[in-house]
């Protein structure tokens, strides 16, 4: 109940209540702290992300954040860029190159384009999800404190170097945040 109430709110600011018949999956998973949103309508939250949450901002940060994903689109750039990989892969596999300069490739493409462009992605949808729960009337300070509990579970030792990751770092996040602040200020005091 408590995610489908927050999740409803969010989706009503998003505009997207109508285009989708959405759904609500809660996995149990204690241990997984994580939660998506796929086109289509469906929202996923695995159990292990809700004492994270703590809050109604803290979970309108999250499914924002995951709404977000949804509204630009993310799912079909990725698919998009992973096609045009393959046909590149597959033109230099063509030409002969060696298996050294094949992997040598291989990790230059993956470090070089698909994680910075992941990383771009989750901070696209921090943005959106930040504004979506202010116009949700959630208050949007709580998305630092819920990327503050968030750090302080994961420790830096238990995260790669942000380079080598798919996600920006929670301090590069909570920095973000701060600094759209006032936009979503804006919306959470008219969020019409």
Do not use: C
């Not at 998973?29 to 469906?42: D, H, S």
């Not at 992973?82 to 063509?94: H, K, P, Q, R």
């Amino acid at each position: 109940a408590w995610v489908k109430r927050v999740t409803e709110r969010v989706i009503w600011a998003s505009g997207l209540g109508n285009k989708y018949r959405w759904e609500y999956m809660i996995i149990n998973a204690p241990k997984t702290v994580n939660a998506a949103a796929i086109a289509g309508g469906r929202i996923i939250v695995y159990t292990g992300i809700l004492p994270v949450a703590q809050s109604d901002a803290g979970l309108a940060t999250i499914i924002g954040h995951e709404v977000g994903h949804v509204m630009a689109h993310h799912t079909a750039e990725r698919i998009s860029q992973y096609g045009l990989v393959n046909i590149a892969g597959a033109v230099a596999g063509a030409a002969g190159l060696s298996d050294l300069t094949m992997a040598a490739l291989g990790l230059g493409v993956q470090v070089g384009v698909l994680l910075p462009y992941s990383r771009s992605n989750e901070g696209e949808a921090d943005h959106i999800g930040l504004l979506l729960m202010a116009k949700s009337g959630y208050d949007p300070r709580e998305s630092v404190v819920l990327w503050q509990r968030m750090s302080r579970g994961t420790g830096e030792a238990g995260r790669p170097p942000e380079f080598l990751s798919t996600h920006p770092n929670p301090e590069t996040r909570i920095a973000d945040l701060q600094r759209w602040m006032p936009q979503a200020w804006q919306y959470y005091q008219s969020p019409s």
